[in-house]
């Protein structure tokens, strides 16, 4: 009997070592990693400059805490409010944790206007992370069942309905803000409508709402620009991310602007291991490289070749019913539910995720070459044929 607690249904393979986009296993077996540790990955296994910097980072100073100035954490704040028009960042551990400090955020933000019981709207399908308060957020009651009583200060809307958030304005004077995944991972790969994005937008201006969007899957790069938002024609108060962000080290962080980046003063947030030394000096050399390497265009090139693929592939395509996503992150909601694919891959060598009971979503390393991407969409062609 294992010494974990039996909290994840794990597959019967361990790693031993990995190289670009692909993982070994313990008895030197190569698989291709179409999930990139749940988006985590994004530039793949042993990339030199992360790996680089990780060691001359331990080597140097891996934690001193937030009692002083970290120099690495100071400069990744900077890249990042650069990259993603914000002003301010606060750095965790987790997606979790920086949804976990939006949420904390948008209450003193309600507190400080006088709102008695500040209240967030969420979407239906949602998913925030497993605390009690972003478990609370999430539109998922098969995760929630068990864990009540849940966090209060939550109204849930239908994703991508606008009218719904009107009528949660007219007759709900405490809600405070809105928090949305731009693309809900979990639930589907189910993107959000640009236009209702939009409308949210102006809807938290008129409100004085903070608008608050969940880009721990989607950002860094995942979708092809560095969060899903930019091009959008808005931009949120307040932005999470983690993911992608430390290629395999644990770091989050939560980006504001305006009044939520002037929420926090001393003593209202913290974390111990938070933006540390190391982890800071990991995600500024993923900011490089990702800023350095054609990361974005590249994204959109793949993106392109393994949809055409799966969708060309005549025993594959009359099982596919939707295709969603964008850039690197893409959904293929077949016509019956498939968990079994997620085993089928591991014994043809690859790794997909199975998500929503009846979607293959991918999340291939961003630098994925074409050979890797055709070999990824045409294995995962083959396994939709043969369900």
Not at 8 to 15: E, N
Not at 79 to 88: A, H
Not at 209 to 220: A, H, P
Request: glycine share 12%; with cysteine; net charge negative.
């Amino acid at each position: 009997m294992s010494a974990l607690m039996p909290t994840y249904a794990r597959l019967p393979v361990t790693f031993s070592h990995g190289e670009g986009v692909y993982l070994f296993d313990t008895e030197g077996r190569r698989y291709l990693d179409g999930i990139s540790g749940i988006a985590v990955n994004g530039l793949g296994h042993n990339h030199p400059s992360v790996t680089a910097a990780i060691q001359d980072q331990a080597g140097k100073l891996v934690h001193t805490s937030n009692l002083y100035g970290v120099g690495p954490q100071e400069a990744l704040a900077e890249r990042l409010t650069e990259i993603s028009g914000m002003e301010r960042c606060f750095f965790g551990n987790s997606g979790a944790e920086a949804n976990e400090a939006a949420i904390k955020i948008a209450r003193l933000h309600g507190h400080n206007r006088g709102v008695e019981k500040p209240t967030i709207i969420v979407l239906e399908g949602a998913f925030h992370g497993r605390t009690l308060a972003t478990l609370s957020a999430t539109g998922n009651r098969q995760i929630q069942a068990g864990f009540e009583p849940l966090v209060s200060g939550f109204v849930r809307a239908p994703r991508n309905d606008l009218e719904a958030i009107r009528q949660i304005a007219a007759n709900n004077p405490d809600v405070v803000a809105f928090l949305a995944e731009p693309i809900q991972g979990e639930g589907g790969v189910n993107p959000l409508d640009e236009d209702y994005l939009r409308g949210v937008r102006e809807i938290c201006d008129a409100q004085g709402w903070l608008m608050m969007l969940d880009e721990v899957q989607t950002g860094n790069g995942r979708t092809g620009t560095w969060f899903a938002y930019q091009g959008m024609g808005f931009i949120p108060d307040l932005v999470t991310t983690a993911k992608g962000l430390g290629n395999g080290v644990p770091i989050g962080a939560c980006l504001a602007r305006g009044e939520a980046a002037n929420t926090f003063g001393p003593g209202h947030h913290g974390s111990t291991y938070g933006g540390n030394p190391l982890v800071c000096a990991a995600a500024l050399a993923v900011v490089e490289a990702i800023n350095g390497e054609d990361i974005l265009a590249n994204v959109e090139r793949m993106s392109a070749l393994i949809r055409d693929t799966i969708s060309a592939d005549p025993a594959a395509a009359p099982r596919i019913k939707d295709i969603r996503g964008r850039g690197l992150m893409l959904g293929f909601q077949l016509d019956r539910d498939c968990p079994e694919l997620v085993k089928a891959a591991l014994d043809a060598g690859l790794l997909i995720n199975v998500t929503a009971g009846n979607t293959v979503r991918l999340l291939p390393p961003l630098i994925i070459s074409e050979d890797e991407a055709r070999e990824l969409a045409q294995g995962v062609a083959n396994l939709i044929a043969g369900l």
